[in-house]
């Protein structure tokens, strides 16, 4: 990242809040902004605050403290109908007895829009979402997918600034799913409008948003790139909720006489890995965290890796998953892609091998590490 680049001044800032529902605290205090023009997805588990974030934001909810402005102003006292801000919901919650185009026009009658306005505007929705052509069907002659699109078309119509998409694609199947992944994807580059869009499907975060807020029992655990949050998870938390992760109890030796390195024992080896920027205390108890990709298997005369034995092999089409156990009982999963002309391929079930890692791609965390 370029530090000197100039931080853009956020579009909603949320600051301090808190929100309570009877006895639970559902929000503790959370701090969050969305930049203009961004796409930004909230995941993590069932129940951890998600949707009650949104929610907030759309005026839904207020909070029990805290504030939430949008380009410096308070939006806590705007209701919801006059916050640049709209929700598509998982429901898609269209009016069944209207057909495409007065499902879209609905909003702008409501504001009593010149006439030949709204036909301009429901013309150009609908063109964006590729729906023109069936603008006289009905919702429940279209598929889900096409139903999605319109909920899409009625909430960009009234042009907020902010579009809040509660879980909008978890009733499609898998290959429209991700069809409608990256059509949304297009259309929020296209229209510049700021997405908040919320899942507990890891790999939908990963591949759609410009940033991930990785949210855990009303609170944030780490905000990133996707990559950031992949490959540099903040807390054992994220490195298991995004994505599979093994994980080696490991302890640190001493620093190297090479610089941005240490040695660290693992699995009674000693090892020089990178400290990724980190400071270590000799003695420091540590995590290291191995993406199921990132390992490497080889034939059990290697010199190198540590030896395990086959204990399962799924065959995954484009990867093939490798579960192994450790002398010390302990289980990895390798994923690798499939190659069938490599002969280290060629592990039976119960064959003994050896296994490492891609150099410097491990993650090491404090052994405390929430
Ligand atoms: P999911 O992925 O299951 O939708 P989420 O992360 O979106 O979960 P929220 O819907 O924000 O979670 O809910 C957080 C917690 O607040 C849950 O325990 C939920 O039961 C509770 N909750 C949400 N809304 C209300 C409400 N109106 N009254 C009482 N409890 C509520």
Excluded at 225 to 233: A, I, K, L
Excluded at 243 to 270: D, M
Excluded at 307 to 329: F, Q
Excluded at 352 to 366: G, H, N, Q, T
């Amino acid at each position: 990242m370029n530090s000197s680049a100039p931080e853009t001044t956020p579009l909603v800032k949320l600051r301090s809040i808190t929100k309570t529902f009877g006895e639970r605290k559902v929000l503790d205090s959370l701090d969050l902004d969305l930049k203009d023009g961004e796409f930004v997805t909230l995941l993590g588990p069932s129940g951890c605050g998600k949707t009650t974030v949104l929610r907030l934001i759309a005026g839904f909810e207020d909070p029990d403290a805290g504030t939430i402005t949008l380009e410096n102003a308070a939006l806590q006292h705007t209701p919801a109908h006059l916050r640049p801000v709209n929700t598509v919901f998982q429901s898609y919650a269209l009016f069944p007895h209207m057909n495409l185009y007065d499902n879209v026009a609905f909003g702008l009658r409501m504001e009593k829009v010149p006439k030949a306005e709204i036909h301009e505007r429901v013309r150009e929705a609908l063109e964006m979402v590729q729906l023109a052509h069936l603008s006289d069907r009905r919702p429940d002659q279209l598929s889900g997918g096409q139903q999605q699109r319109v909920a899409i078309a009625r909430a960009v119509i009234k042009r907020p600034r902010v579009l809040l998409l509660d879980e909008p694609l978890s009733a499609l199947d898998y290959k429209l799913r991700k069809q409608m992944q990256n059509e949304l994807k297009r259309l929020q580059r296209r229209l510049g409008i700021t997405f908040v869009f919320v899942t507990h499907d890891q790999e939908e975060a990963l591949s759609m948003s410009d940033r991930v807020v990785v949210m855990r029992e009303g609170g944030i655990e780490q905000i990133g790139t996707p990559r950031e949050v992949y490959e540099s998870p903040s807390t054992l938390f994220v490195a298991r909720f995004v994505g599979e992760i093994n994980q080696l109890a490991a302890r640190v030796e001493r620093p190297s006489t090479t610089p941005g390195r240490i040695h660290v024992e693992v699995l009674g080896k000693s090892l020089e890995l990178s400290s990724h920027g980190r400071e270590y205390l000799g003695g420091e108890a540590v995590q290291v965290l191995l993406r199921p990709e990132d390992m490497r298997l080889k034939s059990a005369e290697d010199s190198e890796g540590f030896a395990a034995r086959v204990i399962e092999r799924n065959y995954k089409g484009m990867t093939l998953d490798t579960v192994l156990e450790l002398d010390s009982g302990q289980q990895l999963l390798a994923s690798e892609f499939f190659d069938e002309d490599d002969p280290d391929f060629d592990y039976r079930l119960g064959e003994r091998v050896k296994v490492s890692w891609v150099p410097d791609w491990e993650i090491i965390l404090p052994d405390d590490a929430p």
